[in-house]
């Protein structure tokens, strides 16, 4: 399997190269070169295994002959082994027709856990084979960065850097970060903002001769390998509720377009979606974009859903890619005026195109708490912000027909100001990480300034 990117500019890749590099050198996004179908007795046969074997089966076209059987089943069992759930990412009726799809019984109690720890698997393998040592630098505003150091602790070849703004993540992102005390785990509290850190970060990789000092890689949203990772879960999920006889729909709270993306990726795999459902909070480019085929950026709101507060949303590119024929030539202009003019007009063919199959909606914050009290009024179940967003997107495209899963994207203790302010319960960690306010934690605090943070990190990694 070859991977090419969505400018058309960049040469194809295999697997591994694709992972380690992330973002193709002509600015674009990897996607795979054709999307592998399953037959439907591949997919019927999910229902009697594993999730690690559904696992298995959806990622072993995509990865080719980068790992051996044996040795990708070993890596994906040691991804999911500290999950809290035998079923990893379990399935719960709610209301009729209407399911929850849990996606945060990993470390970090959030969905993005699915592909940082297969990843951490994954680098780890292929370093070790290459004889190479590399330092992974990200930038987060809390999920990314904890999820990212869950996932390459303790591991040999690797340290993890993880900056992030000083006293603008909650306090569970932050322990998240600040409590692992495995030696290869850096948390770098910068005296900035979120923005401040992400610009440091691109600094660094324009910086070509600190790249090639400290080995420099990230492992951000744009990375396939993590979408691919997120594909499993649509496929357990709805082959659990009949599939491939029976349709099924998704609803998805989004931010960077990834977690959907994969539900795309597993439909044209050959499970048979209904409707894709976009949901987002106040920042709404998605939804308009979905709408009326306008994509423009705006300003970021910050709001109770904190983790789809974005202003561009880097994946939508891949379905652009798409909708436009595969061509990266038009995919490169569209991406060009965005920087010019801050948006651009997806064009009637490719708009048709998409919404053939996806429908979008935006929740505005007080519909956000409302549903989350509703939910547990209604259902019993403490949601976090982020899966009511979710939720009440998706009780308006239901479809008595067709089951609808939506995503609950994070634990709601992950979350618990937004949950008590809406309900007056304050949810409680899950015991396994009951201790998280008692661990201590060990944090490098560092100055507003890219030198002073490579220095930092040349120290960190020395050691
Ligand atoms: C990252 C995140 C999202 C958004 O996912 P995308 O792949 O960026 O669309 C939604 N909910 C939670 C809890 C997240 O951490």
């Not at 991977?3 to 190269?17: H, I, K, N, Q, W």
């Not at 603008?168 to 850096?186: G, W």
């Not at 990789?205 to 400290?214: K, N, S, T």
């Not at 480019?285 to 709001?303: K, N, Q």
Request: charged share 25%; proline share 5%; with cysteine.
């Amino acid at each position: 399997m070859k991977y090419v990117s969505t400018r058309g500019e960049a040469p194809a890749l295999s697997f591994e190269d694709t992972m380690l590099t992330g973002l193709a050198p002509d600015g674009g996004l990897y996607v795979p070169e054709t999307v592998p179908v399953l037959s439907k007795g591949q997919i019927a046969r999910m229902r009697l295994g594993s999730y690690e074997d559904a696992a298995y089966d959806v990622m072993a076209p995509f990865v080719g002959d980068t790992f051996s059987e044996d040795e990708f089943r070993e890596l994906i069992a040691a991804a999911y082994e500290e999950f809290g759930h035998v079923a990893r990412a379990p399935l719960k009726q709610i209301d009729s027709g209407l399911w929850l799809l849990e996606l945060f019984h990993g470390p970090t109690l959030a969905f993005k856990d699915f592909a940082m720890q297969l990843i951490g698997q994954m680098f780890q393998a292929v370093l070790k084979r290459n004889g190479r040592r590399i330092t992974i630098v990200g930038a987060t505003s809390g999920d990314t960065g904890s999820a990212a150091i869950e996932a390459f602790r303790g591991l040999e070849n690797v340290d993890v850097c993880i900056l992030y703004p000083h006293g603008r993540v909650s306090e569970v992102q932050r322990r998240q970060m600040t409590t692992p005390v495995e030696a290869n785990v850096h948390a770098l509290a910068v005296d900035g903002t979120f923005d401040d850190c992400q610009r440091h970060l691109k600094d660094m990789f324009a910086d070509h001769a600190f790249r090639d000092e400290v080995g420099l890689a990230a492992v951000n949203s744009i990375n396939w390998a993590r979408v691919m990772a997120q594909i499993v879960y649509y496929f357990t999920s709805a082959v659990s509720l009949g599939a491939p006889e029976r349709r099924v729909s998704f609803t998805v709270p989004t931010g960077n377009f990834g977690d959907i993306y994969a539900g795309e990726i597993a439909r044209r795999m050959g499970l048979p979606i209904d409707r894709l459902v976009v949901a987002t909070n106040q920042n709404d480019i998605l939804d308009r974009a979905f709408r009326d085929g306008e994509y423009r950026t705006g300003t970021v709101m910050p709001s109770i859903s904190p983790s789809m507060d974005i202003q561009v949303s880097s994946n939508f590119e891949r379905l652009l890619f798409d909708a436009y024929g595969r061509d990266g030539g038009a995919v490169a202009q569209l991406m060009q005026e965005l920087r010019s003019e801050g948006g651009f007009t997806i064009s009637q063919g490719a708009h048709e195109a998409i919404c053939e199959h996806f429908s979008s909606g935006a929740v505005s914050e007080e519909e956000t708490s409302a549903r989350i009290a509703a939910t547990l009024a209604e259902s019993q179940e403490l949601v976090c912000p982020h899966t009511a967003v979710g939720l009440e997107v998706a009780r308006d495209h239901q479809d008595i027909a067709v089951p609808m899963i939506a995503l609950a994207t994070a634990h709601p203790a992950k979350f618990p100001d937004a949950v008590e302010a809406a309900t007056e319960i304050r949810p409680p960690l899950p015991n396994r990480m009951a201790d998280l306010y008692d661990r201590s934690e060990r944090v490098s605090r560092v100055e507003n300034d890219l030198g002073a943070i490579q220095g930092l990190i040349r120290e960190k990694r020395a050691k």
